[in-house]
């Protein structure tokens, strides 16, 4: 992301020693360049690289010198819903002489991991791919093993299809490059030597039409997929194949209702169940994914009523005046973040509204708050390069996993740095001189999460990796960095993800910068539609199970493996924490991420009733009237004004200004809101 014409800002360089040593499990040839920390692989080079991630549709499981293949069944309760691991089948060397040798990473890519079980196994793991692929590298004895036990077993006449039925009523099938010899016991098959592709596929359901697809293109493998930003508000998946034939692949839900290309075919009937939603075959080896556009903007999308200008200039003079940089207590990067966007929207606000007397007091906080920051100077705390991984890490966070919420093991860096940039945004547009100075060091902090480029040893100036927490396959964020997790990774805000992409936006604005508006404003839409799709649970949705959905309006914690309704900080009956945590930072942005106005009230009517709860923090409450000012602006205004406290990144101001920007819904006007939403 970095302009061709500034000068890369690399901040001090400092050793951390909590980070993991990355060398255990990838080859040496990418050890020179940074590496993943928010990846859909991470549990396979963490501590012993053992523990199970979801590549679509399968659960895939790598213990020393075997992989384990399952498809997963589902759990679930009014609390929560996971996918249960078994290890439905599991591949290895025959008397393997290296028992103990673990995997190792060979190459990784936006949409697919190459694990390799040295010397001789190696496997395409291809998110969203039907098929498990393993490449026999040297001719050897394969032995391929289960928990259950094999009911039946059956090849064609060339033994170059098989199908393995066990007694937990699944059907595997297992195709061959070429004719092997497999013979089978009660839990186990084993081969003669083979050098070759096998491939191995669930078979879902019983239909002769399923069993069909898999032989027509079980011929044609995916060994990488690269996702290409080739025009505005559209990502091209590009796969590379082996072998012959179609491609054929999985699509999430988010995918389908994105998919804007003549060129591939979607099998309605072929599909395969998944936490996520079903996944639906795609034949093609290329596909476009477009989204409507979103605009970003400084200010309101419909502008402040005129009227209640004075209201808002009242709220604004008495929050600017409490501005006092010298009163903070916090050292955290994530909490002093916040005070920084928090001061910029009163700035923003003052310049909608044209009541710039407070312009100047802002933007002497904001040089004060974010120069520190930037200059290394803050003291107890600040931002430092490791190059270990590649990535900026706080000082506290480079001696202690804990601090600053495990920034320096690389959590959440997109929820800290996004306030951050938003800051930056704003000083840079009301102080150009400022901005220009500041620049580099604000690029190379958005460029932490926000880096396009590919690492390689042929570009040594690449410090970061690819969007750090981007998820290109699930389109949407990561949060949950070097932290080893049975479940995979998580994220818990999702409302701070879209913070963070809108906020690099805004910074494009600032600077004038084309291509980081474009790209920003891509992840921001992406990431929208993925919290609508996953996170925002409506009453009449289907996609999770009915006792879940029954209960929950909103997710606590989304992993990649889980749907949680517990907080990290809060239980899941503090359900004001899990809607204001999906909400805050209140910004113009917010009126797109909950533009459906129906499941809007649906969760206000859900969560206002837990108001009543002794301790519930009036932060919170801040949050739920907002979104209940969304159709009831009236009654909102009333309870705001009974609030004695805010968020910390939020303010009476901004409350004010957010009410006061609503749709009039009682126009009857019908109006259709962004991504085609209905509302009024």
Same mark, same amino acid.
């Given at each position: 992301?970095?302009?061709?014409?500034?000068?890369?800002?690399t901040?001090?360089e400092?050793r951390?020693?909590?980070?993991?040593?990355p060398?255990s499990?990838?080859?040496?040839d990418?050890? &020179?360049?940074?590496?993943?920390t928010n990846?859909f692989?991470?549990?396979?080079?963490?501590k012993?690289?053992?523990?199970?991630e979801?590549?679509h549709?399968?659960? !895939?499981?790598?213990?020393?010198?075997?992989l384990?293949?399952?498809?997963?069944?589902?759990?679930?309760? /009014?609390?929560f819903?996971?996918?249960?691991?078994?290890?439905?089948? /599991?591949?290895?060397?025959f008397n $393997? =002489?290296?028992?103990?040798?673990?995997h190792?990473? &060979?190459?990784?890519?936006d949409?697919?991991?190459?694990?390799?079980?040295?010397?001789?196994?190696?496997?395409?793991?291809v998110?969203?791919?039907?098929?498990?692929?393993?490449?026999?590298?040297?001719s050897?004895?394969l032995y391929?093993?289960?928990?259950?036990?094999?009911?039946?077993?059956?090849?064609?006449?060339?033994?170059?299809?098989?199908?393995?039925n066990? $007694?937990?009523?699944q059907k595997w099938?297992?195709?061959s490059?070429? =004719?092997? $010899?497999?013979?089978?016991?009660v839990? &186990?098959?084993?081969?003669d030597?083979?050098c070759? !592709?096998?491939r191995?596929?669930?078979?879902?359901n019983s239909?002769?039409?399923?069993?069909s697809?898999?032989?027509?293109?079980?011929?044609?493998?995916?060994?990488?997929?690269?996702?290409?930003?080739?025009?505005?508000f559209?990502?091209?998946?590009?796969?590379?194949?082996? +072998?012959w034939?179609d491609?054929?692949?999985?699509?999430n839900?988010l995918?389908i209702?994105l998919?804007?290309?003549?060129?591939?075919?979607?099998?309605?009937?072929?599909?395969?169940?998944?936490?996520?939603?079903e996944?639906?075959?795609?034949?093609?080896d290329?596909?476009?994914?477009?989204?409507? =556009?979103?605009s970003?903007?400084?200010y309101s999308?419909?502008?402040?009523k005129?009227?209640?200008i004075?209201?808002?200039i009242?709220?604004?003079?008495?929050?600017?005046?409490?501005?006092?940089? $010298?009163?903070?207590?916090t050292?955290?990067?994530?909490?002093? +973040?916040?005070?920084?966007?928090?001061a910029?929207?009163?700035?923003?606000?003052?310049?909608?509204?044209?009541?710039?007397?407070v312009?100047p007091?802002?933007?002497?906080?904001?040089k004060?708050?974010?120069e520190?920051?930037?200059? +290394?100077?803050?003291?107890?705390?600040?931002?430092?390069?490791?190059?270990?991984?590649?990535g900026?890490?706080?000082?506290?966070g480079?001696?202690?996993?804990?601090?600053d919420?495990?920034?320096g093991?690389?959590?959440?860096?997109?929820?800290?740095?996004?306030y951050?940039?938003?800051?930056i945004a704003v000083? #840079?547009k009301?102080?150009?001189?400022?901005?220009?100075?500041?620049?580099?060091?604000?690029?190379?902090?958005m460029a932490?999460f926000?880096?396009?480029?590919?690492?390689?040893?042929?570009?040594?100036?690449?410090?970061y990796?690819?969007?750090?927490?981007?998820?290109?396959?699930?389109?949407?964020?990561? #949060?949950s960095?070097?932290?080893?997790?049975?479940?995979?990774?998580?994220?818990?805000s999702?409302?701070?993800?879209?913070?963070?992409?809108?906020?690099?936006?805004?910074? %494009?604005?600032?600077?004038?910068d084309?291509?980081?508006?474009?790209?920003g404003?891509?992840?921001?839409?992406?990431?929208?539609?993925?919290?609508q799709?996953?996170?925002?649970?409506?009453?009449?949705?289907?996609?999770?199970?009915a006792?879940?959905?029954?209960?929950n309006?909103?997710?606590?914690?989304?992993?990649a493996?889980?749907?949680d309704s517990?907080?990290?900080?809060? =239980?899941?009956?503090?359900r004001?924490?899990?809607?204001?945590?999906?909400?805050?930072?209140?910004?113009?942005?917010?009126?797109?991420?909950?533009?459906d106005?129906?499941?809007?009230?649906?969760?206000?009517?859900w969560?206002?009733p837990?108001?009543?709860?002794e301790?519930?923090?009036? +932060?919170?409450?801040?949050?739920?009237?907002?979104?209940? %000012?969304?159709?009831?602006?009236?009654?909102?205004?009333e309870?705001?004004?009974?609030?004695?406290?805010?968020?910390?990144?939020?303010?009476?101001?901004?409350?004010?200004?957010?009410?006061?920007?609503r749709?009039?819904?009682?126009?009857?006007?019908?109006?259709?809101?962004?991504?085609?939403h209905?509302?009024c």
């Open positions: 992301m970095n302009s061709r014409s500034l000068q890369p800002f901040f001090p400092t951390s020693t909590v980070l993991p040593d060398s499990f990838f080859s040496p990418l050890l &020179s360049s940074p590496l993943p990846s692989f991470q549990n396979f080079v963490l012993n690289g053992d523990q199970p979801y590549i549709p399968y659960l !895939i499981k790598s213990s020393l010198s075997s384990s293949i399952s498809y997963p069944s589902l759990f679930s309760n /009014t609390s819903t996971y996918q249960v691991f078994n290890p439905d089948l /599991t591949i290895s060397v $393997n =002489p290296n028992p103990n040798q673990t190792i990473i &060979s190459s990784f890519d949409l697919s991991v190459t694990l390799d079980i040295q010397p001789n196994l190696r496997f395409f793991l998110r969203g791919c039907p098929f498990l692929t393993c490449q026999i590298l040297k050897i004895k391929i093993s289960t928990i259950h036990a094999i009911l039946d077993f059956a090849s064609n006449s060339s033994k170059t299809k098989f199908t393995i066990l $007694n937990n009523g099938i297992l195709y490059s070429s =004719p092997i $010899n497999l013979t089978h016991e839990s &186990s098959l084993k081969s030597d083979f070759g !592709i096998i191995i596929a669930i078979l879902p239909d002769s039409g399923f069993e697809v898999l032989d027509r293109f079980s011929s044609c493998y995916p060994v990488s997929g690269k996702a290409v930003f080739s025009e505005p559209c990502v091209e998946y590009k796969w590379e194949k082996k +072998g034939g491609l054929l692949m999985l699509a839900p995918h209702n998919l804007d290309d003549c060129e591939i075919r979607v099998l309605d009937e072929f599909k395969f169940n998944s936490i996520d939603g996944l639906v075959g795609v034949v093609g290329s596909w476009v994914l477009k989204t409507d =556009p979103v970003i903007t400084w999308i419909n502008g402040v005129q009227e209640s004075p209201q808002i009242d709220a604004l003079v008495q929050d600017v005046q409490g501005l006092n940089s $010298n009163s903070i207590e050292t955290s990067s994530y909490f002093f +973040g916040k005070l920084v966007a928090r910029a929207r009163l700035a923003l606000i003052a310049e909608e509204i044209c009541y710039l007397d312009i007091k802002i933007k002497k906080y904001l004060d708050t974010i520190p920051w930037l200059n +290394g100077t803050f003291g107890s705390n600040g931002f430092w390069y490791e190059k270990t991984w590649g900026i890490i706080t000082k506290q480079s001696v202690d996993t804990g601090a919420f495990g920034f093991v690389y959590n959440d860096h997109h929820f800290h740095i996004g951050f940039l938003y800051g000083l #840079a009301i102080d150009p001189v400022w901005g220009r100075k500041y620049r580099p060091h604000a690029y190379s902090l932490d926000m880096t396009l480029s590919r690492g390689g040893n042929s570009n040594s100036n690449i410090k990796p690819r969007l750090r927490c981007f998820d290109l396959w699930k389109l949407h964020s990561w #949060a960095g070097l932290t080893e997790f049975a479940d995979g990774r998580n994220q818990e999702t409302s701070e993800a879209v913070n963070s992409y809108y906020s690099a936006a805004l910074l %494009g604005l600032a600077y004038g084309t291509h980081l508006v474009a790209v404003s891509l992840l921001t839409a992406m990431e929208i539609h993925a919290s799709t996953w996170w925002h649970i409506k009453a009449n949705d289907a996609l999770y199970a006792d879940f959905t029954r209960e309006r909103v997710m606590g914690v989304l992993w493996n889980k749907r517990g907080l990290w900080f809060a =239980p899941a009956d503090w004001e924490c899990r809607l204001g945590i999906n909400v805050l930072p209140l910004l113009p942005i917010t009126e797109v991420l909950f533009s106005v129906e499941y809007v009230k649906q969760l206000v009517n969560t206002l837990v108001l009543g709860r301790g519930v923090g009036e +932060g919170w409450k801040g949050f739920v009237y907002a979104l209940e %000012g969304v159709y009831e602006s009236e009654i909102a205004l309870k705001i004004r009974t609030l004695t406290g805010h968020d910390d990144g939020n303010s009476l101001t901004n409350l004010l200004w957010w009410i006061f920007s749709d009039d819904c009682e126009t009857g006007s019908g109006k259709h809101c962004w991504f085609g209905y509302c």
